[in-house]
């Protein structure tokens, strides 16, 4: 029988009880951790029909191997990492990975007084739309290291340990890639800008 789950229950804890056979503690930790999943996923996965497979075959994974997870970092970072070499896993085998990267490789209308505000308001609601489309234009351009890299430190909020300890790339290269990676972000998107205005 399953005991509730405080808010905040410790790695430790909610790996004793999967492992214990509680199938509602590993639910607990698909629900903790399937944003990261499904953003690393989404990012370096292409193909939207590989995507949901590859989510199940992680999390299959996470479970068999819960064993082995030795709190040596945060549960979520474990299974960033087995995600993150999942998606190369399948980069690879569909040969998608480019060299150099790898494992551990280098509306409705306004009226009324208020209509100019509400106008204003609405061509903002626009404008920023458009905008989070262009970034989203530029950033399908990126190679899927980048996009996971840019996605982690910016979206995740994740300091350059935790995506090292992700990526088993080295702290340093991890800071030279997302640099890379912001440049290539840049240069995408005043190209797409670029062709908007024309």
Request: one cysteine or more; proline letters at 4%; aromatic letters at 8%.
């Amino acid at each position: 029988m399953s005991l509730p789950f405080p808010h905040n229950i410790p790695d430790k804890h909610l790996v004793d009880r999967v492992l214990g056979g509680d199938k509602q503690a590993f639910a607990v930790i698909i629900q903790q951790t399937e944003a990261l999943v499904a953003q690393m996923v989404f990012k370096m996965i292409q193909r939207p029909e590989d995507r949901k497979d590859l989510v199940q075959e992680i999390y299959l994974k996470v479970y068999k191997n819960l064993s082995g997870f030795r709190y040596q970092s945060k549960l979520s970072t474990w299974i960033g990492q087995i995600t993150y070499n999942a998606c190369i896993s399948y980069l690879r085998a569909k040969q998608l990975l480019l060299p150099g990267y790898g494992l551990a490789d280098e509306d409705g209308e306004t009226r009324g007084a208020n209509e100019a505000v509400e106008t204003e308001e609405a061509d903002n609601r626009i404008f920023q739309k458009q905008r989070t489309a262009l970034v989203q234009q530029a950033l399908e351009k990126l190679s899927p290291i980048h996009r996971t890299l840019i996605t982690l430190y910016h979206q995740e909020e994740m300091s350059y340990q935790e995506i090292g300890a992700i990526t088993s790339l080295p702290e340093g290269t991890v800071k030279s890639y997302l640099f890379r990676a912001r440049k290539a972000l840049k240069e995408n998107l005043l190209l797409n800008y670029k062709r908007e205005e024309l």
